[in-house]
């Protein structure tokens, strides 16, 4: 049988990426599996805490979280929801796992080098002054705890949008190595540790609004880079004003030369794939339209479906 697990650290309410990406797939899941196949999903909140975190405000964002995993559709009565700090065996596990991990490895993550290039090191949430030697060890086996909570469950696939790829990639070749480590002889029927598979979210990568070669992200000190599943019809028209796109004439769709005109006909078309075959058919229909109604059109789609989803 299949087992679902995902994870979603608590660091604020979901935007459209973590929406798109992930959380709307995994209600999908919920609600098409058949009934043998068991779903977990997780908020990470030991995840959450390899940046440093207000005590007080992080309580408040895992009660954010699980409200709202409940509002885009996800059912205790059929998927396991809980707090990640609240089972210790994913921290167990971890220990084991850091035993066969390597550095080596774990060193090549790019989410670990691009906070390793930093100016100085330092979170936008880190005030101290920092070099490289103030890295968390924490933040260095971020991946390791990741696989941990995949592989306690004996998953067999998690649903994650494209930023999580490479720790899904470090997960199976993990458990694979530490299968040959540990069980060198077993037929692979029932594998001590079973490597998972990654179900890739057709929206794989929902960019920034405000600089849409970057991905939409929580961490992003401008708040108009991204829209909340909790942004009324307002707010949602104002950021989708504010993106920015191009000074070239009408729809086309290039995700290299237009990377902003590219990112709102896509938010179109994953908001609703029913609208048309591909993002590229569906900047044809739109062929004409001037870049104001394209944002009208965007704002309007995402705010009926958000509005009906959610
Ligand atoms: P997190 O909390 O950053 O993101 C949660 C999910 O949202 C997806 N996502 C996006 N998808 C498309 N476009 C974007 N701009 C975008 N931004 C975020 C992510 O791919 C993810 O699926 N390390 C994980 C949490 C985690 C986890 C796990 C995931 C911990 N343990 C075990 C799966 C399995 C993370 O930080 O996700």
């Not at 975190?53 to 396991?80: D, H, I």
């Not at 909790?230 to 237009?258: F, H, M, P, Q, W």
């Given at each position: 049988?299949?087992?679902?697990?995902?994870?979603?650290?608590?660091?604020?309410?979901?935007?459209?990426?973590?929406?798109?990406?992930?959380?709307?797939?995994?209600?999908?899941?919920?609600?098409?599996?058949?009934?043998?196949?068991?779903?977990?999903?997780?908020?990470?909140?030991?995840?959450?805490?390899?940046?440093?975190?207000?005590?007080?405000?992080?309580?408040?964002?895992?009660?954010?979280?699980?409200?709202?995993?409940?509002?885009?559709?996800?059912?205790?009565?059929?998927?396991?929801?809980?707090?990640?700090?609240?089972?210790?065996?994913?921290?167990?596990?971890?220990?084991?796992?850091?035993?066969?991990?390597?550095?080596?490895?774990?060193?090549?993550?790019?989410?670990?080098?691009?906070?390793?290039?930093?100016?100085?090191?330092?979170?936008?949430?880190?005030?101290?002054?920092?070099?490289?030697?103030?890295?968390?060890?924490?933040?260095?086996?971020?991946?390791?705890?990741?696989?941990?909570?995949?592989?306690?469950?004996?998953?067999?696939?998690?649903?994650?949008?494209?930023?999580?790829?490479?720790?899904?990639?470090?997960?199976?070749?993990?458990?694979?190595?530490?299968?040959?480590?540990?069980?060198?002889?077993?037929?692979?029927?029932?594998?001590?540790?079973?490597?998972?598979?990654?179900?890739?979210?057709?929206?794989?990568?929902?960019?920034?609004?405000?600089?849409?070669?970057?991905?939409?992200?929580?961490?992003?000190?401008?708040?108009?880079?991204?829209?909340?599943?909790?942004?009324?019809?307002?707010?949602?028209?104002?950021?989708?004003?504010?993106?920015?796109?191009?000074?070239?004439?009408?729809?086309s769709y290039d995700r290299e030369a237009r990377p902003?005109v590219s990112?709102?006909?896509?938010?179109?078309?994953?908001?609703?794939?029913?609208?048309?075959?591909?993002?590229?058919?569906?900047?044809?229909?739109?062929?004409?339209?001037?870049?104001?109604?394209?944002?009208?059109?965007?704002?309007?789609?995402?705010?009926?479906?958000?509005?009906?989803?959610?």
């Amino acid at each position: 049988p299949r087992v679902i697990f995902s994870g979603i650290q608590p660091t604020g309410i979901p935007h459209l990426g973590n929406y798109l990406g992930a959380l709307r797939l995994w209600a999908t899941l919920q609600n098409e599996e058949d009934e043998q196949t068991e779903l977990f999903f997780s908020i990470v909140d030991l995840h959450a805490i390899t940046i440093k975190q207000n005590a007080k405000q992080l309580q408040q964002w895992r009660k954010e979280m699980l409200a709202s995993l409940y509002a885009v559709g996800l059912s205790p009565e059929r998927s396991t929801i809980f707090y990640q700090s609240s089972v210790p065996q994913h921290s167990e596990l971890m220990w084991i796992l850091s035993c066969t991990a390597s550095m080596g490895y774990l060193s090549r993550m790019t989410q670990w080098k691009s906070k390793l290039a930093l100016p100085n090191n330092t979170s936008p949430l880190d005030p101290s002054p920092t070099g490289k030697a103030a890295l968390k060890l924490g933040l260095f086996s971020y991946p390791v705890l990741q696989a941990a909570d995949i592989l306690l469950y004996r998953t067999t696939h998690v649903p994650v949008g494209e930023d999580q790829a490479q720790h899904l990639e470090f997960a199976r070749e993990l458990a694979i190595g530490f299968n040959h480590v540990y069980a060198p002889n077993s037929k692979g029927n029932v594998p001590l540790l079973v490597p998972p598979q990654i179900i890739m979210s057709p929206a794989k990568r929902v960019m920034s609004l405000t600089n849409p070669t970057k991905k939409m992200s929580k961490s992003d000190t401008d708040e108009k880079s991204r829209i909340l599943i909790t942004d009324n019809e307002n707010v949602i028209k104002k950021k989708i004003n504010r993106a920015l796109t191009d000074s070239i004439e009408g729809v086309s769709y290039d995700r290299e030369a237009r990377p902003g005109v590219s990112n709102l006909i896509n938010l179109i078309y994953h908001m609703d794939e029913s609208v048309a075959s591909s993002p590229e058919e569906l900047a044809k229909e739109f062929d004409g339209m001037s870049l104001k109604a394209l944002k009208e059109k965007v704002a309007e789609t995402v705010e009926m479906h958000i509005h009906d989803e959610t």
